[in-house]
């Protein structure tokens, strides 16, 4: 729950709750995956810029990737739409 309410005000799961007879917990490991990228596509231009500005301050592993996805690349320290290609 930490991770999902950081604010806390949630009571701590414990194995004797009420609520959690019937409920069992299991993992489940997938053989593969794959999806679909929409990554601003409605967006007006002027809001896509600002979104691709957004992913690369937050400068996180896939930051460049999904910039690369989006058709924005880093040229001379900016960002650059390069590809503007209809989804």
Same mark, same amino acid.
């Given at each position: 729950?930490?991770?999902?309410?950081?604010?806390? +005000?949630?009571?701590? =799961?414990?194995?004797? #709750?009420?609520?959690?007879?019937?409920?069992?917990?299991? *993992?489940?490991?997938? $053989?593969?995956?794959? +999806?679909?990228?929409? =990554?601003?596509?409605? #967006?007006?231009?002027?809001?896509?810029?600002?979104?691709? *500005?957004?992913?690369? $301050?937050?400068?996180?592993?896939?930051?460049?990737?999904?910039?690369?996805?989006?058709?924005?690349?880093?040229?001379?320290?900016?960002?650059?739409?390069?590809?503007?290609?209809?989804?």
């Amino acid at each position: 729950m930490k991770k999902y309410q950081p604010e806390g +005000g949630y009571e701590t =799961i414990k194995p004797d #709750m009420d609520v959690l007879k019937g409920v069992e917990v299991i *993992k489940i490991v997938p $053989e593969s995956l794959r +999806g679909k990228y929409k =990554i601003g596509q409605n #967006m007006y231009m002027k809001s896509r810029i600002d979104l691709a *500005k957004q992913i690369l $301050e937050r400068n996180s592993s896939t930051a460049k990737e999904t910039l690369d996805i989006m058709g924005f690349k880093i040229i001379d320290d900016k960002l650059k739409l390069v590809d503007d290609a209809p989804w």
